[in-house]
């Protein structure tokens, strides 16, 4: 931390606060101004700025950031890829995950994996085990969710992506799925986090709906610490005054955190607006900041669907974003599935 | 939900709006005004009101809140009022729970419980558990703690709240406290309140750092709704643009949830403000609008704590406090601690 | 409005909710479900929906928003086009407006013109008269900034667009500008609004730094209900809690706009982020989201730039970002200055 | 400035920050650490930080604040203490300012004034000029409303606080009111600002909704600097994600500038709230929170009122609060009108 004296400081004070940064066990630096004394603190610790800030003749405590180490560009300047069978996130191709909010049953699982595999997805995505603010909602279908899930994905040539909402589920769920997703709600459900940090699959950590980058890399770091190295970063959109859209997506998080960390960094248009027709602009604006892929959800009949149908797209309006994608993405030396299965002449 | 139509909505729409809500269970009735006509559903569900947002001719669609029944003053018009012993919380009395941040060790946990109940707490803080936004951070006694804590609020007839983080930890926790603490970060860990609201102990829920007040309630339903009517709600500041302080307190939530529901409503100035200067303040501000109680932290050494020192008063901090609280209550109809253990003579 | 009664309401409440709604000259539509009874209210004013949320038995009053009119796409259903010579904005081309902050000299206006235009610049922008929050900040050129910048502007054929504080500078910046720009922290100075709706030149209408969109076509009528029609809109980020970006750019409001309102919506990529480094991926995720027009700060020589430097691009990087955005603009049907200068071999 | 290098920096990136700074006038001081360097920076400017913080090898740019002097308490340690007459703001005693928000009529404005002058008030309130966000609503009485406000506050020995909306308004308001009020929407209106720096009358400056602490000195330095010392602060409530109140009255605020600043800060707890109910629990709140004063909306017959009905008091309800202010405000060793009017029998 850096301490900015007052100018009226007195050497006392300035001895008084060098004695207590010497205390938590920091090197200390003094620079001796014209107009003020700034003291310079590094060490192994961080430790706890507020302390330092409310001695006498303080005028102000500059805390430096980045308790985060693992997670940092510092710590690897290479960008990290997850490679997952065939499909690598992070690498030259933006990765795109879609499906549907949650497993309903055995025809909607399969309609909709069909849908988006036709479309160029790589992986479905599909909860079994929801969060909902209300203790009435529908709370998807447990471990059956996850066996339907798992077989359209293996009919489907697809990876699946699954939600764990707390360390009871997790045995159940490292069976069936390739990339255990953390929700933003368990962002800083540091007992999950760590335990995520003992498996050896690939977590996908979304940002907490008011969590800053700082303390959404510092959760990763909590997995990376346990020795998973494989963690990729998903914006889902924050909370601000603004309530037309049910959140703010920060397509601007993007550049940050590639600058930042060496993780990939994915977004989720469709949490991030709430709303069917604000999610092909959003996805669009997402590949071409930057992101590493998408998380969509894409549903054989949203009409019906018995969570988030309202931000679900139908399977024409997937293709059409795919598209525009493919568009889009050679504009930042990127490509998108450049070889979807209905061209590739399967018989379909 | 009420659905806006557009002035120049054809009938067709209206129909076609009216057919979608009826078949998501609604009772519908339509009002045909001169500029537009608007459609009330009513119904068991709350259903997704963007599903209906959706659809052609439809302007607006605003949603009726509160889907929490228990936890709403409508269901119940009297204050809850929660008995531990010779303790009420929610009477005329406004509680005071004190304590360090944590448990660190037999001689800190003893002196800051005697401090406490000196100046006039009745309840006794302490983390054995705790979350940390760095995997490098200090995490708690755990056990030990615990047990320090009980002996200490035993020894000087205090009741005992401390944090649960995970259910892991909850029977642990069951045998030592008297009431169990929900942190802001697990507001929305619902496979934890679910599980809370099995047992039988009083439960502290803190509002999230991005919680509305009615996704707080609808938290507290969670546990409501499993069985358990012991629940207090703890504002503890939300996070704002303003970065002086290290959360907004929103003292304008006590009244707002005291018209809402008949939860008692307490303040924590310490984790809401993050600052020992600020924490007096905001304490006598929390009573003077009405708070049902207070969680302040207070270290027989803050400049030594292990754990959020800097938001710790000193006990002599403390002790004015309590004194300048005492003058306060009286303005609007209630009491502090009327008889503190230093004048009853000590014998006691 | 909407009034929601309480499931426990009286009839003789609702009663004298209806007498309330009658006597501010609304409509007045009740709807009574099994549940519970909700009244509508349409009229012509809007009313204080508070006055009667305070009436007994209340439980919710829902406001229908939109007291904008002419800015609505209702009142105007196909896209507003502003017309300056042969610059179209809010067509098929997606116009760029680029230039430095501030005019500081003759040569850095001429410079940074030259460059602008070379890249594909239909419009130049730069500031006379500077908002600072600091009063000991560089405060612009004034009406000489104002000379160099037509001058410069009418040598590259160049429209120009720059920043009106005050009433008392309309008169003077009228002479030289064709756009006249309202800056954020002037969104809601009702008396510039006003004054600006009796001018007949295009207006550019920056979103406050905390102006719900609402609030920003409420804005926006009042230019329009002077008479002036040729509003256009201008995101510039919004004020969040996270501090990493000076602002967080709502690329959202983008669709949400284009879906309220008639009115072209352009993006500041450099105060939405304030960082140049991220100018560039967000100028990009603009054009894929549908902005109609960017503006830009560009700076021949960034680091001696006496305002704004840190975010403004250097010639060489806007000259990429322009060839960037023209592999975009086509994803979704539009196209970015089809013919540069350089490519039509004027001698240059 | 304190620039923190990254751990890797080299010797060479090193000398290339140092030369940027020496280039913008700052006096260096470097520190090198076990584990990285960091350079102060200290000068007579603040510069941009942005311009070092994209240099190579560096990790992070810490701000030193305060670019605000004559607000600070550093540069005037006692409190300022505004006198209006027989009336001191910012001693010992908690001044309230009560009245309607608009001057509607003769009979309205006489019977507020008469009704708060016997609750206690010092300080007339009402506005002439009303900044509205619709074109279409109330826009205020103009001279007319100032004439009635004035004679009103004369006959009940009241001093006058009003709105200045625009520097067109200003000449005229200095002929009535004894304070000049600037409205939130205003306070970074710098032409208006410095304006009033150079009038002989105090000065009332509310936060803007989303301005942060620093950014409100800062607009109270524009008007210190032009020689006006008589700047008092208002509290009114900032813009968060909560909406069940209009705003979140930051109560924070008060402590947090009193520390940083000698300047009087008062609460607007009518605006801050935007509701009736919430507005005696937060002016209890404020007063026990350390405020100087406070700005309450109090109209003979709210329900009728032509703007802000439903955020202002009844007479008997301003009665009762000014009676649990007097209660409250000796805990911070104040008082608040100790012999108000009535009770004194002086026969009016």
């Known amino acids: ?3 900015v004296m007052q100018e009226r400081a007195t050497d006392e004070q300035i001895q008084s606060v060098i004695a207590q940064l ?68 992070g690498g030259d191709e933006v990765i795109v995950m879609a499906g549907p909010c949650s497993a309903e049953s055995e025809e909607q699982v399969e309609a909709s994996a069909a849908a988006v595999r036709r479309a160029g997805a790589k992986i479905l995505r599909g909860g079994a085990y929801k969060p909902r603010s209300s203790p009435y909602s529908f709370q998807g279908l447990g471990e059956d969710g996850l066996r339907l899930l798992r077989g359209a994905a293996d009919r489907h040539n697809l990876k699946l992506v699954s939600e764990v909402m707390d360390i009871s589920q997790l045995e159940t769920i490292l069976r069936y799925a390739d990339i255990l997703q953390v929700g933003a709600r368990n962002m800083q459900n540091f007992t999950l986090l760590r335990e995520l940090g003992r498996t050896r699959k690939p977590v996908l950590l979304k940002r907490g709906i008011s969590a800053t980058i700082e303390e959404w890399l510092l959760s990763a770091e909590y997995i ?29 998080a993007i550049p940050v955190v590639q600058k930042l960390s060496h993780l990939p960094v994915l977004v989720d248009p469709s949490h991030g607006t709430g709303r069917r027709d604000k999610v092909a602009p959003m996805a669009r604006a997402a590949v071409a900041a930057g992101a590493d892929g998408l998380l969509i959800e894409v549903h054989c009949d949203p009409d019906h669907a018995l969570s988030d149908g309202a931000q679900s797209l139908f399977p024409s309006q997937f293709d059409r ?15 998108i599935c450049l070889e979807p299965v209905a061209r590739r002449g399967w018989g379909t």
């Open 1 to 3: 931390m850096v301490v």
């Open 22 to 89: 010497v205390g938590m066990g920091f090197d200390v630096h003094r620079s001796t101004g014209s107009l003020r004394t700034v003291i310079g603190a590094v060490g192994p610790t961080t430790g706890d700025p507020r302390l330092v800030e409310m001695l006498d003749g303080v005028k102000e405590v500059l805390r430096i950031t980045e308790p985060y180490k693992l997670a940092s560009r510092t710590f690897r300047p290479e960008n990290t890829v997850i490679t997952i069978g065939d499909v690598r996130i």
């Open 224 to 252: 990376l610490a346990g020795g998973n190295a494989d963690v990729m970063l998903c914006e889902r959109g924050i909370r601000t005054f603004e309530s037309y859209t049910r959140n703010t997506l920060d397509i601007s």
């Open 321 to 335: 974003l795919m598209a525009e994608l493919r568009i889009i993405a050679p504009a930042i030396g990127r490509s």
